[in-house]
Each structure stands twice: as structure tokens, then as C-alpha cells.
């Protein structure tokens, strides 16, 4: 040190300043290497943090698979198709022996089938999104029961005629026991012409017929609306499915309305799906030729059924009951919920979560709480 003082005094004024200039130098660009080292630490710690994060995320979904997202596609079934945003159209179909077989059933993207008079006659209705048939039919009464889904679908109801509860409440939104609901959107045969037409194919009253893009031409002219944002069902990704089909067996569901009401399903591995029959014959599609009716999914619930003013009755469908999921050729135990006469039937599982639906359309059936239910395996 005393060397170097001794040797620093012996230097110009201009050799000090000369000195000055080079320590600042190094001491700067020091500096600046000492920043750009850490910051590309930090930016690879970064880099790495974030691929182990997309390497994790990837991980879980494998592990984990959860429903596919299935864009562009039917919010009840599932099946992708052009129109997906096409408002559902429910159409009021008879269940009578006489008019079998029906048209459009093996088209529906949701058939509801439950009593119309109570321990006997059972009553259709097809909701339709990405189909839309030139012939659905034959076309029945309105009831308030399916007035109560077709709120909670968003759907255009399709009917001819109607019990005085249902036409009541049609025309002034309020239903029979005095809820005020709101109007819906309705195109009744009996003050429409021009999409609906009869068939000698069938009896009077059981003849009439609809053509539905012609419906929604009507409703079109009429100010309703044509699309919908309802957000409807979840549905299994391919996994899940071939999960529960690799130990799936040929099975039969034998579900127990009265009568030529009773109907069979015969559950086919290979296909996926249950073949309807209808008092021991195999159910068809009229309308298109002669196809079977083949759903992913049947859904039978139990409701009470009781008798209002003699002819007509009140399907007790909202609350929450008891009942089954047949899919993938398991049977499941679970729960439906329909909060309100507005709200959507929704169906849980034992865990208390959403049914996931296997794409494709649904059969859901409202038996009476004393009617025989069985699934049998072949």
C-alpha cells in the first residue's frame, strides 16, 4: 500500500484523471455482467417452472381423464353437428298401439316417455336439435307435465291441441295450481297450417304429422326465437367409455308400464346401444325407413303419478326422486333433481355429481313407483 501511495504521488494531475476513467470502466462493465448473468438464471428458472407446469398439467389429464371437449355439437346429445345452435324443437308424439310405429323417434336427440293417465297410457315427446325430420309424428295433445321440460330445455313446443291446464297455460304463462312462468313459444296444429299434414298410415286421431323445418319456418315468421345458449349436458370422453365397455355384458332392461306400454331394451356390445321394443316388437322409425331406435343412454326416474279432474293427471317431476342410468351396458344407481317448473331435469350420480351422458341420444323414461324394473344380463 505504501508503495502504491508513493507511486501515486509521482503522477500527473492528467495521469490521476486517466487512472479515474479506467477504474470507472471496469467497475461499469463489471456491473453490467453481474446483471445479465442473473437475469438468465431467472429466465431459465423461468423457462424450466414453466414446461415442469405443462409437463404436470399433461400428466393429469392422463391420469385423470375428464370429459372431452366436444365443440360444435348438440347440447343434448352430444353429436357434433352443423346446426348445434339450432333452439330444440319438442313435439308432443302418441304412445297408442294403434299409431305405432312412430316417425322421428330414432331421430330425436331425447325422447321422454311418461304416463298421460296414471298406472296406464304413456305419452312421447321427441326433442330435436340436430336432426330435424321431414315427417315426426303422430302428434298429440299437449300436456302441462311437458310443458314443465320444455322450459327447462329451451325448446319450441310442438303439439295438437291440448288438456285445458296445458292450453291455459300456454296462452297466459301461468300454470293450473297458479305459478305465473312466463309464455313459451309454441306452434299448436290446431291454428297452424301450413307444417303439419295427415297419413292414411293411421287413424283419426292419431294421423297428423309434422314436417319440422317447416315448423321452424312458422316460427320464424312468428318472431321466436331460432338459436340458444342453453349449456345442457355432459357427456363421457372415448376413455371412460371404453373403460366401462371392456367389462360390459349383452343385457336386457325390461321396464314395466302397463300393457302394450311395457317396453324391452336388448343392450349391444358392440354397437353401444339398446335396441327398443314396444309390447314384445321391435320398435321402428316410420319416417325413416324403418330404422331401429337404438339410444346411448336410457334414463328411467320414478315419479308419483296422480289423477286430476278423472281424464288427465300430474306427473310429480320436480324435486327430486330416485332412479337408473343404463349406458355402456352398466347399470347405475342415481338421482334426477328439477329444482322448478322452469329449471332443467338433471341427473347425479352417489357422489352427488353431474351424470356425464355418452354422446348420442337418450331415452328417459318416468315410471310410477310401484312399476317393475330389471336389468338382466344374457
Given at each position: 500500500m505504501k508503495t502504491f501511495l508513493k507511486r501515486w504521488n509521482t503522477l500527473t494531475t492528467k495521469q490521476k484523471y486517466t487512472v479515474y476513467g479506467i477504474i470507472i470502466l471496469i467497475v461499469g462493465v463489471s456491473g453490467i455482467g453481474i446483471y445479465a448473468f442473473t437475469r438468465s438464471s431467472d429466465t431459465s428458472s423461468d423457462i424450466v417452472a414453466g414446461t415442469q407446469d405443462k409437463k404436470t398439467d399433461a400428466a393429469r389429464n392422463i391420469l385423470n381423464p375428464s370429459e372431452e371437449e366436444i365443440t360444435n355439437a348438440s347440447p343434448l346429445s352430444g353429436i357434433q353437428c352443423d346446426n348445434y345452435k339450432q333452439r330444440p324443437v319438442a313435439v308432443m308424439m302418441a304412445g297408442d298401439a294403434v299409431a305405432r310405429p312412430l316417425s322421428g323417434l330414432s331421430q330425436a336427440d331425447i325422447v321422454v316417455e311418461m304416463p298421460v293417465i296414471t298406472g296406464s297410457v304413456t305419452r312421447l315427446m321427441g326433442v330435436f336439435v340436430c336432426n330435424l325430420p321431414q315427417e315426426v309424428g303422430s302428434i298429440r295433445s299437449a300436456r302441462h307435465d311437458y310443458i314443465s321440460l320444455v322450459r327447462g330445455w329451451d325448446a319450441i313446443y310442438v303439439h295438437w291441441g291440448g288438456s285445458h291446464f296445458a292450453l291455459d297455460e300456454l296462452k297466459t304463462g301461468k300454470r293450473y295450481s297458479g305459478e305465473d312462468l312466463g309464455k313459451i313459444s309454441d306452434i299448436d296444429a290446431m291454428s297452424s297450417s301450413g307444417p303439419f299434414f295427415r297419413k292414411s298410415t293411421a287413424p283419426a286421431p292419431h294421423n297428423g304429422f309434422a314436417s319440422l323445418p317447416k315448423v321452424l319456418?312458422?316460427?320464424?315468421?312468428?318472431?321466436?326465437?331460432?338459436?340458444?345458449?342453453?349449456?345442457?349436458?355432459?357427456?363421457?370422453?372415448?376413455?371412460?367409455?371404453?373403460?366401462?365397455?371392456?367389462?360390459?355384458?349383452?343385457?336386457?332392461?325390461?321396464?314395466?308400464?302397463?300393457?302394450?306400454?311395457?317396453?324391452?331394451?336388448?343392450?349391444?356390445?358392440?354397437?353401444?346401444?339398446?335396441?327398443?321394443?314396444?309390447?314384445?316388437?321391435?320398435?321402428?322409425?316410420?319416417?325413416?325407413?324403418?330404422?331401429?331406435?337404438?339410444?346411448?343412454?336410457?334414463?328411467?326416474?320414478r315419479a308419483e303419478s296422480r289423477q286430476i279432474e278423472g281424464q288427465y293427471n300430474e306427473v310429480s317431476l320436480y324435486g327430486k326422486g330416485e332412479g337408473k342410468l343404463y349406458q355402456n351396458g352398466q347399470e347405475k344407481t342415481i338421482a334426477w333433481k328439477k329444482d322448478g317448473f322452469k329449471d332443467t331435469l338433471r341427473f347425479y350420480n352417489e357422489a352427488g355429481e353431474e351424470i356425464a351422458l355418452v354422446p348420442g341420444s337418450t331415452f328417459i323414461q318416468v315410471l310410477e313407483p310401484n312399476q317393475s324394473l330389471k336389468w338382466e344380463l344374457n
Open positions: 319456418d312458422l316460427a320464424k315468421s312468428r318472431g321466436y326465437s331460432l338459436t340458444t345458449d342453453f349449456e345442457g349436458y355432459n357427456f363421457q370422453s372415448n376413455q371412460n367409455i371404453d373403460s366401462e365397455k371392456a367389462n360390459a355384458k349383452n343385457g336386457t332392461l325390461y321396464v314395466g308400464f302397463g300393457g302394450v306400454f311395457a317396453t324391452r331394451w336388448q343392450y349391444n356390445k358392440d354397437t353401444n346401444s339398446y335396441t327398443r321394443y314396444w309390447a314384445g316388437q321391435k320398435d321402428t322409425d316410420r319416417g325413416n325407413n324403418n330404422a331401429d331406435i337404438t339410444p346411448k343412454n336410457i334414463v328411467v326416474i
